[in-house]
């Protein structure tokens, strides 16, 4: 896939629900025709990546220079905030890519998201960036990201906290059901044009 430096819409995905519901295999059906493809992966399994850098920003920053990558970073957990920052700054620097967010819960909080996240979801599409972002929990996770995306998938949710932040950005119709949802499922929304 040939990047743009501007996309001419945003893109922004948010993939929740319970561990087993799917998430992280739509994840890798969305990334899959991807040619710039850069994954945070603090969970340490994204298998699709070519490359897999392990918590050096530097590395990350020469690969991502390329004209085409698919590479899985894994952050040093003792240095999360700082490496989160550093990986969503050169992200932006470099732009023209899809980036994907494994477990944004543990970066976001539902009160806090991170100034170099905000500045990315607010002005991705100015820069030609794709983005994905994946938790069990919308209650857990930023709502700048959420209140912005273009599409939701989300699996069983019985949580009313977590059901909150879907039913805000897609309607009450959308998460009607997300409680019975089986395992393996995911229910489908995009923002209408």
Same mark, same amino acid.
Not at 30 to 41: G, H, N, S, Y
Not at 74 to 79: A, H, K, V
Not at 83 to 97: C, K, L, P, S, T
């Given at each position: *896939?040939?990047?743009?430096?501007? +996309?001419?819409?945003?893109?922004?995905?948010?993939?929740?629900?319970?561990?087993?519901?799917?998430?992280?295999?739509?994840?890798?059906?969305?990334?899959?025709?991807?040619?710039?493809?850069?994954v !945070?992966?603090?969970?340490?399994? !994204? &298998?699709?990546?070519?490359?897999?850098?392990?918590?050096?920003?530097?590395?990350?920053?020469?690969v991502?220079?390329?004209?085409?990558?698919r590479?899985?970073?894994?952050?040093? *957990?003792?240095?999360?905030?700082?490496?989160?920052?550093?990986?969503?700054?050169?992200?932006?620097?470099?732009?023209?890519?899809?980036?994907?967010?494994? &477990? *944004?819960? &543990?970066?976001?909080?539902?009160?806090?998201?991170?100034?170099?996240?905000?500045?990315?979801?607010?002005r991705?599409?100015?820069?030609?960036?794709?983005? +994905?972002?994946?938790?069990?929990?919308?209650?857990?996770?930023?709502?700048?990201f959420?209140?912005?995306?273009?599409?939701?998938?989300?699996?069983? +949710?019985? &949580?009313?906290?977590?059901?909150?932040?879907?039913?805000?950005?897609?309607?009450?119709?959308?998460?009607?059901? +997300?409680?019975?949802?089986?395992?393996?499922?995911?229910k489908? !929304?995009?923002?209408?044009?």
């Amino acid at each position: *896939m040939n990047y743009p430096a501007k +996309l001419a819409k945003p893109y922004k995905v948010y993939l929740c629900g319970s561990e087993g519901c799917g998430k992280g295999h739509q994840a890798k059906i969305i990334a899959k025709p991807e040619t710039r493809l850069v994954v !945070w992966d603090t969970p340490m399994d !994204w &298998e699709p990546a070519r490359t897999k850098i392990q918590g050096d920003i530097k590395e990350l920053t020469r690969v991502l220079k390329r004209p085409h990558f698919r590479v899985a970073f894994r952050p040093n *957990m003792y240095d999360l905030k700082n490496q989160f920052d550093e990986f969503n700054d050169v992200i932006y620097a470099i732009g023209r890519m899809m980036v994907f967010y494994d &477990e *944004m819960n &543990e970066v976001t909080t539902a009160t806090h998201t991170p100034a170099s996240l905000k500045n990315l979801t607010s002005r991705s599409r100015h820069r030609g960036i794709k983005m +994905l972002g994946a938790s069990q929990r919308p209650a857990e996770t930023g709502k700048s990201f959420i209140s912005n995306a273009t599409e939701i998938y989300a699996g069983n +949710l019985s &949580e009313p906290a977590d059901l909150q932040p879907l039913r805000v950005r897609a309607g009450a119709s959308f998460v009607e059901g +997300l409680p019975q949802m089986p395992l393996r499922k995911l229910k489908h !929304w995009k923002r209408p044009e």
